[in-house]
Every structure is written in C-alpha cells, then in structure tokens.
C-alpha cells in the first residue's frame, strides 16, 4: 500500500496516530524508523556510520591521548598522572596546548570507513538474524552476533590508524609527524607491524562489542519502547553501553597498548628483546611489569572516553538514519497518494 508524504513523515515522528473518531490508536503494524523500509540503502547505514564514527573518535580525543599514556607500564617520571584533568593540564602546560590532538588525523582517516562498514553490516546481520530467531522482533543474540561480526571488518580498517595513533600519543614519541611514523615503522618493522596487534584488538572488541550492542539495545527496551526516534534514550542508552563495555575490557586494551606502542622500557626491564608480539606473550609481559593491577591502568580514562563517545556515536547515528530515512521516504512516496 503506498503512502502519501506527511503519513511517511509522521511514521517516522511517532508510534501513535489519530484515527478519525479521535481515538489514540498504536501505529505497530508498519514497524518504526529503526525498522528501516526494505528500499532504504546501505549508503543510508553507511552514511550515518561514518559522520557518527568521525565525531566520537574526534570529540573526546585528547581524553583518549591521555589514557594511551596512563596505560604505559613504566612511565618517564614526567609523564606519571594521578587523574585525567590533572593530565590534560599537565600536558597543555608542558608541551602545549595542541598536543593532546597529536595522531588525530590518521584517527579521522581510519574511522569514517571503519565506522561506514561497521554500522551497514551490524544493521544488516540484526535484522537478518532477528528474522531467524525471533520472528523480526528484537534478539539480544542476534544484537551480540551482529556487533562481533562487524567488529571484524571495523578492526581491519582502524587497526593500522590505532597502532599510528597510539605512537604519536606517547610521552616523547620520535616521530615528526603521521608520514614520518607510517615510514618509520614500515622500515625498521615491516608492514605487519600495523597489524600486530590485530588479534588482541579483536579478543578485545568482540566481547566488547557484544557488551556494547546489548546493553544499548537492552536499555532502549526500557528508555524507548516503541523504538521512536528519541534523542535522550539514544544518548543515556549509549553512555552506559559505553561505560559497562569499557571498563570490563580495559585489561585487554592495556595489551593492545603494550602491543601498539612497544614500549620499550618496560620491554626492557623484562627482558624481552626484539618486538614484543602475540596476546599471550603481551598478558605475560604486562603482569611481569606491574602485576594484576597493571591490567587496569588507565581504567578510569578510559571509561572518562568511552562514555561520551558512544553517546555521541549513538546519538549522532540515530539522527542520521531518521532523518536520511525521513528524506527518502518524502522524495519516493508520491504527494496525495493513499
């Protein structure tokens, strides 16, 4: 049955209409914007993916700089920070105020593509998913599976801008800048440098991924019933999705770190020589140095990060995806057409 253009609009505005007499009726049986028309394409979930991928890597990023140097094992006695604020300070003063933005640019490279991919396939794997096991409707296994899946194609991307970034951010790093660190270590390392941490990235943000989707989904449940487009639910939802994951996940991350940076001091100090690879050889290396507390440093940073960066992502990619789907919908749907 087509529809005219203000019905169309107005579908995607509420879950409820009007109906002649004047009864509040439930507007369910055509689903919502979440449940995006079968004509709306991946370019929409892709679209979205990327500006929403761009502005939570972008926003939050100098808070981001500072957990990659709370993370290190063994820190210059100049680089040791007892709170995020007190870090930000601390490095503005010292070594001015745009260095907290060092390695931004490989990190804006990185995440539109790898945001684009990620949201188009978790979209795509839930509803798939969520046809199979719950009849269309909302599957937190299909929600779980479908954030793991595109995690795989995310890390793939991001992987190589993550291990860039994350040298450019450390306290005396030697590299000049973006090229000089991609040519550096191409040289001296080898171009699988830039994916040597690549399974520890994905033993971390499967799981946190999964964590991720589900709470989100799983507060939405309760924020945002009928799934309507609702700013707040979306920003809240993902605050705490972000927060949960995050801190679960942080000894993993520390790691990856380990693993990105190869910090040299602490690989020294434990005897390791050569470049330190592998997730099993990182969880040994970071236990050897600091013990079991070393696998939380940088906790509350990274949780500082995460919490507005995912509602920001979230937020920003629910807005795009209403509001390219309302467009869509006004351009196709022929005015005056029942």
């Not at 370019?43 to 993916?49: E, I």
């Not at 299909?142 to 995690?151: D, E, I, M, R």
């Not at 795989?152 to 000089?180: F, I, T």
Request: proline fraction near 4%; charged fraction near 15%; glycine fraction near 8%.
């Amino acid at each position: 049955m087509e529809l005219s253009s203000d019905r169309a609009v107005a579908r995607l505005e509420m879950s409820q209409i009007h109906s002649e007499d004047g009864e509040l009726l439930n507007d369910n049986s055509d689903g919502d914007y979440e449940s995006l028309p079968p004509h709306v394409s991946v370019t929409t979930h892709m679209t979205a993916g990327a500006v929403a991928g761009i502005l939570e890597h972008t926003v939050m990023y100098p808070v981001d700089s500072v957990k990659t140097r709370m993370q290190s094992l063994q820190p210059d006695p100049n680089a040791q920070y007892k709170s995020v604020y007190e870090a930000l300070k601390r490095i503005i003063k010292t070594e001015g105020i745009f260095r907290p933005l060092r390695g931004l640019n490989i990190t804006m490279m990185g995440a539109g593509p790898a945001h684009a991919l990620y949201f188009a396939c978790y979209e795509r794997v839930k509803h798939s998913l969520s046809d199979i096991i719950q009849s269309g409707g909302n599957s937190h296994i299909a929600n779980g599976v479908a954030g793991s899946v595109a995690t795989v194609l995310h890390d793939a991307v991001m992987n190589p801008a993550e291990v860039v970034k994350q040298r450019m951010q450390m306290y005396n790093s030697p590299y000049r800048g973006l090229w000089d660190c991609v040519r550096t270590v191409t040289h001296t390392e080898g171009v699988g440098a830039f994916y040597r941490s690549y399974s520890t990235q994905l033993t971390m943000n499967i799981p946190f991924q999964a964590v991720h989707f589900i709470t989100y989904e799983l507060m939405q449940e309760q924020l945002n019933p009928h799934r309507q487009y609702n700013p707040g639910s979306h920003i809240v939802s993902g605050a705490a999705a972000g927060a949960v994951s995050a801190a679960v996940t942080t000894p993993l991350d520390v790691c990856k770190t380990l693993l990105n940076t190869q910090e040299n001091v602490a690989l020294t100090s434990v005897n390791v020589s050569g470049h330190l690879s592998g997730m099993a050889n990182a969880f040994r290396t970071v236990y050897r140095v600091g013990g079991l507390a070393a696998f939380f440093k940088g906790i509350q940073a990274r949780v500082i990060y995460q919490m507005p960066s995912t509602a920001i992502a979230w937020s920003v990619y629910e807005f795009f995806k209403y509001f390219l789907t309302k467009q869509k919908l006004e351009q196709e749907v022929a005015p005056g057409q029942l």
